[in-house]
């Protein structure tokens, strides 16, 4: 356990934020929901409730999409000219900063992450991010080009495209990195002139909430972002809303590929990020300190819970034996504490439920015949804590091998050729992510072509740019998050043909 370390205080703001009763955020105010049930937020560190939030039913769900349906179409946001939408967004990201602190801090006390990754990235992040997207409202263009068409003699053609905003964006966030992947979600929709209703994890509700507030006082119009917080039921409401005409959802591939059929039905515009079962090459060459601490970095980092996580890691043969020692000692040696502990190296997971799912997977992969060489059991303390774990021995077909855990947990399996490092890299359903690492440039520009993932990253892991393209291959997903294209899942081209 980490200690002699400072625990970080709650600022009066969060514990005050706490002691409120929330609601449902819609057509810029804040109400109660129409039902009674609420919601408890439990303190992954105790698990203890720490407050309530609604749990929104289908009539919310309907006031929510009404709401933004009217403040798309009365143009009370495309009616504001671009740079006074881009003005507003870049105002919405200076509160974030101004508020960072106290968001860092609710994003801990819920979600159960180190107080350092909510400072430094999901916080800390977030406005730099946000400035980015922000500044490609102005940019929005379409293009002009010559046609062939000879129809009416003599008469001459002007052909043109158009994007416009696609219309009430239903955006579904998880609870891994809540206000981040939730800023993901909206600012896009935003900076392309939809307007918004956020759905955030039942888990991880609290930042989504405090966001509003920072939104309203940016001068986003009212309806132009609603928030409905609730289970799952109310994320299926909000896809199943006939006033909504795009998902943007990261989550569980289950959950995606469900949405995807209902959205099949409508021809719903999708962009869904799903999970990972990412893969880390560590070649002959690479650097035993080196590859250990990326090992600990890309598997480890958030407790494991990263859709791109390295938790499938291949190791050169002549290299496995010290590597997978060195990294067993690393990972025993990582403190154990609550996320406001800043010493503390590994956190609660988000949930109970997450807990168990983890422990359970550990079991399985034991009753298969891996090994696990450290952790994989839960301390003696309240809260919902899981010791990082090394696995081995884990065949190509073993569930842990294939199935998103999503805890701390990594695998680590010898290879004999680059070619077979490939072919085990490659052998999984999905294609989020992977590392090479090596200092040999010619393997390196061998093997980054032949993996199948939208990212793959060379001597680092999990590093993630506002400018960078970001999704996933085969069931990881479709489309990309980041990017000065990242608005154009957020619009429709038409095209225009004047006849002059
Ligand atoms: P889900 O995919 O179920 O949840 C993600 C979001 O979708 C939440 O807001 C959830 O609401 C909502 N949701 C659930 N069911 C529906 C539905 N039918 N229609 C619309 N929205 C819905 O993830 P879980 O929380 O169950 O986590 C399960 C696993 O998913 C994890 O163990 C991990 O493997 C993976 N995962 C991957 C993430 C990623 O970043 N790619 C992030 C989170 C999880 P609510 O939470 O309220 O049920």
Redesign the pocket.
Known sequence: MANGSEMVAPLAAVSGFLRQQHGVFIDGEWRPGRGAERLDVFDPATGDVITTVVNANAQDVDDAAQSAHRAFENGAWTGLPAAERERRLLKFADLVEQNAEELAQLETLNQGKSINISRFVDVGGAPAYMRYIAGLTTKITGETFDVSIGAIPGARFNASTRREPVGVVAA?????FPLMIGLWKIMPALAAGCTVVL?????TPLTSVRLMDLAKEAGLPAGVLNLVT???R???A??DHPLVSKIT????T??GK??ARSAADRMLRTSL???GKNPAIFLADAPIEQAVQGAVMGGFFNNGQV?AASSRLFVARSIYEPFTKALAQAVEGMSIGPGLDPAAQINPVASAG?RQ?ILDHVQRARQDGARILTGGDSPDRPGYYVRPAVVVDAAADFAISRQ?V?GPLVTVTPFDSEDEAVRLANDTDMGLAASVWTNDLKKTMDIVPRIKAGTVWVNCHNLVDPNMPFGGFKESGVGRDFGVRSLEAYTEVKSVCIAY
């Open positions: 579904i966030a998880p609870w891994n759905k955030p994890s039942e888990v609730g289970d799952g109310t994320g299926k909000l896809v959802f990261t989550g569980s289950a959950t469900a949405i990020e799903l999970g859709c997450h799912k998103e999503f």
